[in-house]
């Protein structure tokens, strides 16, 4: 059982990885995997095909969840 010292609504600082030293505010917690997600943050880009015929595909970016480790509570 991982117990997370942040939880949804917090502002935290991030420590490590490519957005390093950036503040975001958390979006979604998982206690069980131990990580959140951060609002624009860890955002990857994914291509999503057309749903109807004649419609076009598009880029859509998606904040990813990190693991809780990684950021620190800014109050």
């Known amino acids: 059982m991982n117990l997370l010292h942040i939880k949804k609504g ?3 600082k991030i420590l490590s990885g490519d957005d ?3 503040t975001g505010k958390v979006a979604k917690a ?3 995997s131990g990580k959140i997600v951060i609002e624009g943050m860890n955002t990857i880009k994914r291509h999503e095909k ?3 015929q ?3 595909g598009q880029i ?3 904040s990813m969840p990190m693991h809780a ?3 620190a509570k800014v109050e």
């Open 30 to 32: 998982f206690p069980g």
């Open 50 to 52: 057309s749903r109807k």
């Open 60 to 62: 859509v970016e998606k």
């Open 54 to 56: 004649g419609s076009k």
């Open 69 to 71: 480790s990684k950021v």
């Open 10 to 12: 917090d502002n935290v």
């Open 20 to 22: 390093k030293g950036k």
